[in-house]
């Protein structure tokens, strides 16, 4: 499986963009590029996923290199509940229907603090 | 909306009882997973399902066993439970696609005394 590295953490004020960084160095043109967070006992959430192009939706919005080596998950005016660790992880769609290549494997992720 | 529910949220348990932790999802979806989540070691996959009766072992099943009779539900067998496997547990779901997010459960905090 393709890894991912982010900062262990990050801080943010509230009310401000904060942009959430990931690399992807060994991606391979079948990977999906997914994002969960998760907030302070609670089991993941789904944020958003892409592939090439870059991708919008209520919750964040997921920039991605052109060659798709890095991406970036941008949360346009962070508040106190954006607080959580934000996971950024590679699933292969070649993985259709069951087999190895269709599970998450969850790095640490990255602590997202947001000051008042 | 899709919900993953999990039939407890904490469990106390004794060395050696058997344990079943219970995993019920409601959109048809073929894929379910269930993790471990201990602090420094992230989440850990033990096993998941891509269909009825189907098993697959992920990176940690020593200790466990799971069971799929049911699309809706997956269950996950501690046989004989032990101090290390005091941790959180994760259910998800999904369909089978890579394109299509994981929809997890809230969690089950199991201690084992």
């Known amino acids: 499986d393709a890894k991912t590295t982010q900062p262990n953490s990050m801080e943010s004020n509230e009310e401000e963009p904060v942009h959430l960084p990931c690399n992807h160095s060994?991606?391979?043109?079948?990977?999906?590029i997914h994002w969960y967070r998760q907030l302070p006992s609670q089991g993941p959430e789904y944020v958003i996923h892409g592939l090439t192009s870059n991708v919008n939706n209520r919750m964040a919005s997921l920039a991605i290199a052109e060659d798709r080596k890095s991406s970036t998950l941008i949360l346009h005016r962070a508040t106190l509940r954006d607080a959580a660790v934000y996971y950024c992880i590679l699933r292969d769609f070649l993985g259709n229907y069951g087999g190895a290549t269709n599970k998450l494997i969850f790095g640490t992720g990255t602590l997202l603090a947001v000051q008042p | 909306d899709v919900k993953v529910t999990q039939s407890s949220r904490y469990l106390v348990k004794r060395t050696g009882e058997k344990v079943f932790l219970e995993c019920v999802q409601d959109?048809?979806?073929?894929?379910m997973f269930w993790y471990r989540q201990d602090p420094g070691l992230g989440l850990r996959l033990i096993y998941f399902s891509y269909d009825v009766k189907m098993k697959e072992k992920g990176d940690i099943p020593e200790g466990y066993s799971v069971s799929r009779e049911k699309k809706e539900r997956f269950s996950l067998i501690l046989e004989s439970a032990s101090t290390n496997q005091t941790s959180m547990y994760l259910c998800?779901?999904?369909?089978?696609?890579?394109?299509?997010?994981?929809?997890f459960g809230s969690g089950t905090r199991l201690t084992v005394v």
């Open positions: 959109m048809d979806h073929e894929n």
């Open positions: 060994t991606i391979s043109g079948t990977d999906y």
């Open positions: 998800a779901s999904s369909i089978g696609r890579a394109n299509y997010g994981y929809t």
